[in-house]
T-cell receptor
Framework: DTEVTQTPKHLVMGMTNKKSLKCEQHMGHRAMYWYKQKAKKPPELMFVYSYEKLSINESVPSRFSPECPNSSLLNLHLHALQPEDSALYLC?????????????FGPGTRLTVL | TQLLEQSPQFLSIQEGENLTVYCNSSSVFSSLQWYRQEPGEGPVLLVTVVTGGEVKKLKRLTFQFGDARKDSSLHITAAQPGDTGLYLCAGAPGVGNQFYFGTGTSLTVIP
C-alpha cells in the first residue's frame, strides 16, 4: 500500500476563518511533509516532520501551523489566510531511512481563500 | 541550495512522436525520482533511480541516471494523450530527509 490520503479535497474559506487540512499514511513512513503548489510549478516545501518532530520549517508565515499527532497523521491548521495563499496543498511521506529514499504524495487539497 | 533544472519547460507534440526530458544539477544525489502530475492532483511516483548509469524502463518510458548521479533523463516513445501532464524530477541528497524538485516540464500530447 503506497497510499497517502488527504481531506478535504476542496476547501473554500474566508480570510477570518479557521480550518484544518488532514493527511494520513499507513506505510510506516517516519517523515511527513507539507508542500504548497501553484499551477504548473514544482511543489514548494513548507514543513517536514521526522519521527513526529518538526525538523524543517521553510520560513512559513505563522498563519500556517503544522501538527503531527502521531506517526501516521499530519495536520495543517489554517488561520487568517490571504488570497495569495490559494493553492494546491500537498502532503507526502517517505521512509526517512538510509540513502534510498523516495516520497509518496497524497491527492492534494485545493484551497481557495476569498 | 541544490538546484535541479529541467528542460524543456514546455513541450507540445503530436501523438506518436518521441520526446526526452532532461533533469540537470551540479549536485550529486543518492537517489532521484520522476513524477507525473495531472492538474489538481498529487504527483504520482513513476520511478526511483539510485545507481549511476542505471537505466529503468516502464512500458514506453525509459529513465536514465547519469554516471555521476548529477543528472537524469526521461524518454517517452510513441507519446499518447494520456501522457499529458507535468513531469517533475526530485533528488534526495542522501543526508537528511529533504527532497529537491526540478523546475518541471509541462507536456501536452495532441491527438
Amino acid at each position: 500500500d503506497t497510499e497517502v490520503t488527504q481531506t478535504p479535497k476542496h476547501l473554500v474559506m474566508g480570510m477570518t476563518n479557521k480550518k484544518s487540512l488532514k493527511c494520513e499514511q499507513h506505510m510506516g513512513h517516519r517523515a511527513m511533509y507539507w508542500y504548497k503548489q501553484k499551477a504548473k510549478k514544482p511543489p514548494e516545501l513548507m514543513f517536514v516532520y521526522s519521527y513526529e518532530k518538526l525538523s524543517i520549517n521553510e520560513s512559513v508565515p505563522s498563519r500556517f501551523s503544522p501538527e503531527c499527532p502521531n506517526s501516521s497523521l499530519l495536520n495543517l491548521h489554517l488561520h487568517a489566510l490571504q488570497p495569495e495563499d490559494s493553492a494546491l496543498y500537498l502532503c507526502a511521506s517517505s521512509p526517512d531511512r538510509g540513502p534510498y529514499n523516495e516520497q509518496f504524495f497524497g491527492p492534494g487539497t485545493r484551497l481557495t481563500v476569498l | 541550495t541544490q538546484l535541479l533544472e529541467q528542460s524543456p519547460q514546455f513541450l507540445s507534440i503530436q501523438e506518436g512522436e518521441n520526446l526526452t526530458v532532461y533533469c540537470n544539477s551540479s549536485s550529486v544525489f543518492s537517489s532521484l525520482q520522476w513524477y507525473r502530475q495531472e492538474p489538481g492532483e498529487g504527483p504520482v511516483l513513476l520511478v526511483t533511480v539510485v545507481t549511476g548509469g542505471e537505466v529503468k524502463k516502464l512500458k514506453r518510458l525509459t529513465f536514465q541516471f547519469g554516471d555521476a548521479r548529477k543528472d537524469s533523463s526521461l524518454h517517452i516513445t510513441a507519446a499518447q494523450p494520456g501522457d499529458t501532464g507535468l513531469y517533475l524530477c526530485a533528488g534526495a541528497p542522501g543526508v537528511g530527509n529533504q527532497f529537491y524538485f526540478g523546475t518541471g516540464t509541462s507536456l501536452t500530447v495532441i491527438p
